[in-house]
């Protein structure tokens, strides 16, 4: 999603990790809101935190799945889509209002307002704070990138996605998530 106007500036991180608020996220000492979410990037959200979340129950791998978490990467506060953490990190973590850094694997659904350089920069972001996976879903186009470190693959219609590094053994039919 793309960030709409700055609402506040000069907010400290500390500040802004200790109590942040819904839907906003902390670029560069500003807090900006994000916006641009449409039906199908909810429906696609809903799917993958359902997906990934009934995976890691029913294979016994454990952890959480969130949506909109807020995440200390090493520069901002963001809140991607969907999360995921193992049981390790989330016994770690706790209840903290902002996880001090980002979640292991991790989903951003491109809205139309998005500008496709800043969900890279965005993805390498996450990979750069300690994610190792990152998924880029593309609603209208219905193509779903993984990006990690070493790899980046494309998947489209027709074909069944997996997760590279992170809940091994999880896959979905793209038609399944997108359609």
């Given amino acids: 999603m793309i960030m709409a106007a700055v609402l506040s500036e000069n907010v400290s991180l500390e500040d802004f990790m200790a109590n942040p608020p819904d839907d906003m ?29 009934n995976y890691k129950d029913s294979s016994g791998q454990g952890g959480e799945v969130y949506t909109e978490v807020p995440c200390h990467t090493n520069r901002r506060v963001r809140r991607p889509d969907v999360a995921y953490l193992p049981s390790e990190l989330v016994a770690e973590y706790g209840d903290v209002p902002t996880f001090p850094q980002s979640p292991l694997l991790v989903a951003e659904i491109v809205s139309p307002t998005d500008i496709a350089e800043e969900i890279f920069l965005k993805a390498q972001e996450y990979l750069d704070s300690g994610c190792l996976e990152v998924w880029i879903v593309f609603p209208e186009s219905r193509w779903i990138l993984i990006m990690t470190q070493t790899q980046k693959l494309a998947f489209n219609l027709g074909v069944i996605v997996s997760t590279q590094l992170v809940l091994p053994g999880f896959s979905v039919a793209v038609d399944e998530l997108l359609a």
């Fill in 25 to 53: 996220e902390w670029v560069d000492g500003q807090i900006a809101e994000k916006n641009g979410m449409t039906v199908k990037h909810s429906r696609i959200q809903s799917r993958l935190d359902r997906s990934w979340g």
